[in-house]
């Protein structure tokens, strides 16, 4: 398999001049070229067995130890002008960009095998979808990119239909992270990734692509490129309304995702419908409704916390074929992780566990899932026209002041809220843990161009015609006195997503404060949940001087985006502040 498209042949000949491979090989995506690879890895060790008897189709990859997440200081946008990548991206020149890392793949190829992976980001014929086409050196990306996304010949074909595609170079280096770069060029909808193999920074469809670039074109042409799960929930009449929640990295997407509902609710026939755990396209369909679909395939889910309590779902995917990365191993060969029964032998870098060298299994370990393996999989992921978005949420780890859920009072509102959304730092990327950092609409390391555009773009949407989501914030990581979450989370979540949809439906009342409505006295259904009342009203409660100070915090944080930040969303932080500083009417007056 090759190329009828001239433009590609030539990028690929290109390259392969700069890197000299032994070897080219033109990836189509079957059965037999992923078990060939697995077999190959089998033998230089990049892949090890796990036991095939528990776990049949599954293997371990354990990656460099200083190769273990996204590294944001490393990650660059490159536009022609440094405004454009905003404050919010690192950035380079393009030429220095590409002299810097093209000088490190010069050669870097020699005496491997490169290969040439055409994909499609999206359902193969959807008009949302987009294409791609990764060029790497490594085994262990192609594997994942055919489980991430569609893969393959049919991706060629429709690549060669269009005459474009994204352009990505990849190679894992020396695995020296001062020899590591991950430069993006939106403006030439190109990639170049050197010296890592790990996740967000080697798979390229994924957050190089279908965040980053993919921000940059829905901007262009007029849709939302988000860092999204999207999730259907059917009530017992069998309506199914479709939620996107934006999350930062380790906060919960791919749980809420998957998640069964509590005994009292699956009994009265709520079911749950998983679309997508990462990210969502979104433009709005001739209805005015915004239209979503899942760029991506399969899961690339983080593995600690996984357990038959928290996501029965995820486990019963990873059942089988499987790649792990970074994972324990148990004594009789089963992979392993914190949150699981047990007890591991071997630790994440293959070393005999001992606790005094911190977890067994690294805190972001993960695995690779095709999506069809999902017990919730839902049939409505592979529709070309997408699902119609009902409610769009936003979140994050927030100890303190945030409630459970609050609900946006306009549009204008709801970007305030996802702009100024903000969250304690995690183990998705390297760097300090737990530190709290403004995380705008969990885009953060996703957002390809400045974020004062990315905000104006987002308002653009309010327009005559327009039937928008409403908009919701949620924290299920409030902690009580006792260092403890207040909120059981997880699959209680839907208790929660209960209440947006009342609230979308026009069944809830809720209260309307000056930071947004919360639920009203009994309208949380808490059934068969054993929490305290005084826990439900610490959940909810509201504290108006820490809100002051929140306030003042998110005015300082949107003035850091100068002249393109719009008037219209600090006007908007200004009127909740002022209004925060009016006498309180009595709640639930
Ligand atoms: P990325 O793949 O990095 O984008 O992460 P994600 O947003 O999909 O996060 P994921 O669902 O994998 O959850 C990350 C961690 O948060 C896991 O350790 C979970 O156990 C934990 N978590 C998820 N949902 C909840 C919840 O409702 N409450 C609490 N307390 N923890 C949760
Ligand atoms: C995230 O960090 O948000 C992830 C994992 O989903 S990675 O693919 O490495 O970006
Ligand atoms: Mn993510």
């Not at 030539?10 to 700069?18: E, G, K």
């Not at 008897?53 to 944001?72: K, M």
């Not at 469809?205 to 059917?234: N, T």
């Not at 779902?313 to 914190?338: C, G, K, M, R, Y």
Request: net charge negative.
């Amino acid at each position: 398999m090759t190329s009828k498209l001239e433009v590609l042949a030539r990028w690929v000949d290109q390259i392969a001049a700069t890197t000299r491979p032994a070897k080219i090989h033109w990836c189509d995506g079957s059965d037999a070229e992923y078990h060939a690879l697995v077999q190959q890895m089998l033998h230089t060790g990049d892949l090890i067995e796990l036991n095939q008897q528990t776990h049949p189709g599954c293997y371990l990859h354990r990656s460099h130890p200083s190769d273990v997440a996204r590294v944001e200081h490393l990650t660059f946008v490159c536009t022609e002008h440094e405004e454009d990548a905003g404050p919010n991206n690192h950035w380079m020149a393009p030429a220095d960009a590409h002299a810097k890392i093209d000088a490190l793949f010069e050669g870097c190829m020699e005496g491997r095998t490169m290969y040439v992976i055409p994909y499609c980001m999206g359902p193969i014929d959807s008009p949302l979808s987009r294409c791609g086409v990764e060029i790497t050196d490594s085994p262990y990306v192609v594997v994942n990119m055919r489980t991430m996304t569609r893969m393959g010949a049919a991706a060629l074909a429709r690549i060669e239909r269009e005459g474009h595609f994204v352009k990505g170079l990849h190679s894992t280096g020396e695995l020296d992270p001062e020899r590591r770069f991950i430069m993006h060029f939106p403006e030439e909808l190109t990639i170049k990734s050197y010296g890592s193999g790990y996740g967000g920074n080697a798979l390229l469809g994924k957050k190089c692509h279908a965040l980053r670039l993919g921000s940059f074109q829905a901007r262009r042409e007029g849709w939302l490129a988000e860092h999204m799960l999207i999730v259907g929930i059917e009530n017992p009449q069998g309506q199914t309304h479709y939620v996107a929640a934006a999350f930062p990295s380790a906060c919960g997407k791919t749980n809420l995702a998957m998640l069964i509902p509590p005994e009292g609710y699956r009994k009265n026939g709520w079911r749950v419908w998983t679309i997508g755990d990462d990210i969502c396209w979104m433009r709005p369909g001739e209805d005015g409704r915004l239209y979503a679909i899942n760029p991506e395939a399969g899961f690339f889910g983080v593995a600690p916390g996984t357990s038959a309590s928290s996501n029965p779902n995820a486990l019963t995917s990873i059942s089988h074929d499987t790649i792990f990365t970074n994972v324990a191993v148990t004594a009789d060969n089963q992979p392993w992780w914190e949150g699981l029964p047990g007890t591991p032998v071997t630790d994440w870098q293959g070393r005999p566990y001992d606790p005094a060298n911190g977890p067994a299994a690294h805190p972001n370990s993960r695995f690779t899932v095709s999506a069809k393996q999902c017990p919730t999989w839902s049939s409505k992921a592979e529709d070309a026209q997408g699902v119609p978005i009902s409610a769009i949420v936003f979140g994050g780890r927030r100890p303190s002041l945030l409630p459970l859920v609050m609900e946006a009072q306009d549009w204008t509102h709801g970007v305030l809220m996802g702009a100024a959304m903000g969250s304690e730092t995690t183990a998705a990327a390297t760097g300090a843990v737990g530190v709290l950092r403004r995380d705008s609409m969990a885009m953060k390391p996703f957002c390809g161009y400045h974020y004062g555009d990315y905000f104006k773009h987002w308002l653009s949407f309010d327009k005559p015609g327009a039937k928008l989501p409403k908009i919701f914030h949620v924290n299920w990581f409030r902690k009580g006195r006792d260092g403890k979450f207040l909120w059981p989370g997880f699959g209680e979540n839907l208790r929660v997503l209960e209440w947006m949809i009342a609230r979308v439906e026009g069944k809830a009342r809720g209260v309307e404060t000056p930071i947004g409505t919360v639920p009203a006295t009994g309208e949380l259904k808490l059934e068969g949940l054993d929490l305290p009342r005084d826990t439900l009203a610490e959940l909810i409660n509201i504290d108006p001087a820490g809100w002051q100070t929140e306030l003042q915090a998110i005015g300082e944080y949107l003035d850091s985006f100068g002249d393109r930040l719009p008037a219209r969303l600090r006007q908007e932080q200004q009127r909740v502040h002022q209004a925060l500083q009016m006498p309180r009417k009595a709640a639930n007056a």
